[in-house]
């Protein structure tokens, strides 16, 4: 492996870095204990990781750190986390209703996201809120499982499940 990816200009340990930040702040969102010795642990857990991951996958030498970036990916789990609430909500509204009138169909969703981790993290989004399942990628295309079109056109369904996550790791992954 080379220091520097040609093709991009990117040097390898900003994917490293950036990798090892983010598993490092799961961590610490996970155990919620802001003691020294559970944040080295954690820190180095984290490192380990990061540096397997950044040698072994080229697809982190694509990754761009930056203030901008990181802020856009604080509104991305700012969408997210409403999304997962609202369709939360929509699903429990069907596990309690009385009498259930569901049609589950498949949709089609145009992506605007370049990048192979924009694409994966815009599939895994929507695969974990609830009532939506990613079936494949196919080029800028996510061909999506819902659990109920009775109330829309398809089209609107898709767009629904993908937009309002899709803006901000646009910003984040291109």
Not at 39 to 66: D, K, N, Q
Not at 71 to 87: I, K, M, N, P, S
Not at 119 to 145: E, I
């Amino acid at each position: 492996m080379e220091l520097r990816d040609v093709r991009r200009g990117v040097e390898p340990w900003v994917g490293f870095v950036a990798l090892w930040v983010l598993l490092t702040m799961i961590w610490l969102a996970l155990t919620s204990l802001f003691e020294i010795q559970s944040i080295a642990a954690g820190g180095t857990i984290s490192g380990v990781l990061a540096y397997v991951f950044a040698r072994r996958l080229a697809i982190w030498h694509t990754i761009h750190a930056g203030p901008s970036r990181l802020y856009h990916f604080l509104l991305y789990t700012g969408a997210f986390f409403r999304e997962l609430v609202r369709a939360n909500l929509a699903v429990m509204r069907y596990v309690y209703a009385p009498r259930i009138q569901i049609q589950p169909g498949v949709v089609r969703a145009k992506t605007r996201l370049k990048s192979p981790v924009g694409r994966l993290a815009l599939a895994n989004s929507v695969t974990l809120t609830p009532g939506s399942l990613v079936l494949d990628v196919d080029g800028n295309d996510l061909v999506v499982h819902c659990l109920d079109l009775t109330s829309a056109d398809p089209e609107q369904v898709a767009e629904d499940a993908v937009r309002p996550v899709e803006t901000h790791l646009e910003k984040v992954f291109g």
